[in-house]
């Protein structure tokens, strides 16, 4: 069984800094894409960014120039650092992975959320 665990949200002043990482544990066996999506108050999840094995990146334009996802494919780890944060960068966080098993072909798994308010 494959499980997410994401850390590091929190709160945090506008044009203030925060880091996301979240890691897989579990019986995974090949990671491929991961990502980081958000979920405001009354609306959609939205896409933030993704990042394929080779590391190539995609970013929504509300964060390109202030926010990085990066990863680890050793320790099945992607990060999210995000500066210059605003008040509406805030939401719940969340990570997700598409990951292959020994047992079964490539699926998606979401991590718990963890929240990121910014505000003064």
């Known amino acids: 069984q494959v499980q997410l665990v994401e850390s590091g949200g929190g709160l945090v002043q506008p044009g203030g800094s925060l880091g996301l990482s979240c890691a897989a544990s579990?019986?995974?066996?090949?990671?491929?894409?991961m990502g980081w999506y958000r979920q405001a108050p009354g609306k959609q999840r939205e896409l933030v960014a993704t990042i394929n094995r080779g590391g190539s990146a995609n970013y929504a334009d509300s964060v390109k120039g202030r926010f990085t996802i990066s990863r680890d494919n050793a320790k099945e780890t992607v990060y999210l650092q995000m500066n210059s944060l605003k008040p509406e960068d805030t939401a719940v966080y969340y990570c997700k992975q598409t990951i292959a098993t020994i047992s079964s072909g490539p699926a998606e798994y979401w991590g718990q959320g963890t929240q990121v308010t910014v505000s003064s």
């Open positions: 579990g019986t995974s066996f090949f990671i491929y894409a």
